[in-house]
């Protein structure tokens, strides 16, 4: 499929802050990706077509599957709705991005499919890592509303 291909299509992208002890997990994306090789984001992927076999919200079944699938990490079921967002990708596609905030269930964070790295930081650490268009605000938008939660 060629980059004027992709234009046609919409990609649900699911991202989780996941949080633990008042820290949220990123992951650094693998250089070979198409968007922001390299930079840092939330953990998460596109919502496959089939959905699934149970009677499951599949955003949230899909958000749970790349968590575990990019960072070896549980969460809880049930994650919290924050927010949504669009934006084209370099090759044209258009992704509807949900952004859900997430409690840590079980695992211990390592990087795996297209990560290369995971680090689990404060919301006053932000500025030392290199992020992804929009990853810090909503880093900030997740932790208000778990503050506002407790």
Same mark, same amino acid.
């Given at each position: 499929?060629?980059?004027?291909?992709?234009?046609?299509?919409?990609?649900?992208?699911?991202?989780?802050?996941? $949080?633990?002890?008042? =820290?949220?997990?990123? !992951?650094? *994306?693998?250089?070979?990706?198409?968007?922001?090789?390299?930079?840092? #984001?939330?953990?998460?992927?596109?919502?496959?077509?089939?959905?699934?076999?149970?009677?499951?919200?599949?955003?949230?079944?899909?958000? $749970?599957?790349?968590? =575990?699938?990019?960072? !070896?990490? *549980?969460?809880?079921?049930?994650?919290?709705?924050?927010?949504?967002? #669009?934006?084209?990708?370099?090759?044209?596609?258009?992704?509807?991005?949900?952004?859900?905030?997430?409690?840590?269930?079980?695992?211990?964070?390592?990087?795996? =499919?297209?990560t290369i790295n995971v680090s689990w930081v404060g919301i006053d650490?932000?500025?030392?890592?290199?992020?992804?268009?929009?990853?810090?605000?909503?880093?900030?938008?997740?932790?208000?509303?778990?503050?506002?939660?407790?």
């Open positions: 499929m060629n980059t004027k291909d992709n234009a046609k299509f919409h990609i649900v992208l699911v991202t989780g802050v996941i $949080e633990k002890n008042g =820290e949220y997990l990123i !992951a650094q *994306r693998s250089f070979e990706e198409i968007q922001a090789p390299g930079k840092w #984001a939330l953990p998460g992927g596109k919502v496959e077509l089939s959905m699934p076999d149970n009677d499951r919200n599949v955003l949230e079944t899909t958000l $749970e599957r790349e968590i =575990e699938e990019e960072v !070896a990490v *549980r969460i809880y079921q049930k994650p919290i709705y924050v927010m949504s967002s #669009a934006f084209t990708r370099v090759d044209n596609a258009t992704v509807v991005g949900v952004l859900f905030l997430c409690k840590w269930k079980s695992g211990r964070a390592k990087a795996l =499919e297209d650490e932000l500025h030392k890592y290199d992020f992804c268009t929009g990853v810090t605000n909503s880093l900030r938008l997740a932790d208000k509303k778990r503050l506002s939660l407790e």
